[in-house]
């Protein structure tokens, strides 16, 4: 067999045509297409990447806000705690100072009730005395106890003060009545007489006397000079001692 040069110059010539076709129109596109591959290989593997970075980066915001939720979790709870024991502690106060209070007030109100008992019991027993005291003195009334008392009350007349005397001109000058006298039993003219003369020194003038028996006195002689009550007889003495006694609270 001959060798051909042109059959091997023309082999030469369609392989060289055919590797520039394939370069052409097939190896190049190739290789775009893996290029463009390998670049979207690349930007998916930076997404991937920093996609995992960004999942990160929330795994660890997440995590401190969990530190941080549950610190401020406890915070607040001791802040509850405190707050709850201050709000026991100032309730607690409160309540201990109202049943003070109400104790106090309860005693104010026992001791006030005691004394209405002592004093409804103590004038009880006033009226009782007052009217046993009277009982027996209207027994003992005699003109020479009413004498007795006469005397006394000429020796209280004679002792006055001058401003008390006073008094008694004013009212015995604005008096257009008699001034009036009386006693259980009726008075002797010297005991009248008496009487008068020591009235007469008091106002300065002549007393004009009206002489009364009154046997609601019990003993003794009640005399008025206008606003002015002079007495010595045991009806005005028993009730003095028969007023009612006033307490402080």
């Known amino acids: 067999?001959?060798?051909?040069?042109?059959?091997?110059?023309l082999e030469i010539v369609n392989f060289l045509i055919l590797v520039w076709i394939l370069k052409r129109f097939l190896y190049q596109p190739v290789l775009d297409i893996i290029d463009k591959r390998r670049a979207g290989i690349d930007q998916a593997m930076a997404d991937a990447q920093r996609i995992e970075d960004e999942?990160?980066?929330?795994?660890?915001?997440?995590?401190?806000?969990?530190?941080?939720?549950?610190?401020?979790?406890?915070?607040?709870?001791?802040?509850?705690?405190?707050?709850l024991a201050e709000l026991r502690e100032r309730k607690l106060a409160e309540l201990t100072q109202k049943i003070a209070e109400e104790t106090e007030r309860r005693k104010i109100i026992d001791e006030r009730r005691?004394?209405?008992?002592?004093?409804?019991?103590?004038?009880?027993?006033?009226?009782?005395?007052?009217?046993?005291?009277?009982?027996?003195?209207?027994?003992?009334?005699t003109p020479e106890l009413e004498?007795?008392?006469?005397?006394l009350l000429l020796k209280d007349l004679a002792s006055l003060g001058e401003?008390?005397?006073?008094?008694?001109r004013d009212a015995a000058a604005a008096l257009s009545s008699p001034i009036t006298v009386q006693s259980v039993f009726p008075l002797s003219d010297k005991q009248r007489n008496d009487l008068a003369t020591c009235l007469s020194e008091i106002i300065q003038q002549n007393?004009?006397?009206e002489f009364q028996c009154n046997a609601q006195l019990l003993a003794g002689i009640h005399i008025q000079i206008g606003p002015w009550i002079l007495h010595a007889n045991l009806r005005d003495e028993l009730k003095f001692f028969s007023k009612p006694v006033q307490y402080e609270e």
């Open 1 to 9: 067999m001959d060798f051909d040069w042109t059959t091997f110059i």
């Open 147 to 151: 004498a007795q008392l006469f005397q």
């Open 207 to 209: 007393a004009n006397l």
């Open 55 to 83: 999942a990160k980066a929330l795994k660890q915001k997440n995590e401190q806000f969990l530190v941080d939720w549950e610190n401020e979790k406890e915070s607040a709870h001791a802040r509850l705690s405190t707050e």
């Open 163 to 168: 401003t008390d005397k006073q008094s008694l």
């Open 114 to 141: 005691r004394l209405e008992y002592e004093k409804r019991v103590e004038d009880k027993a006033i009226e009782q005395g007052v009217t046993f005291a009277s009982q027996l003195l209207s027994r003992m009334a």
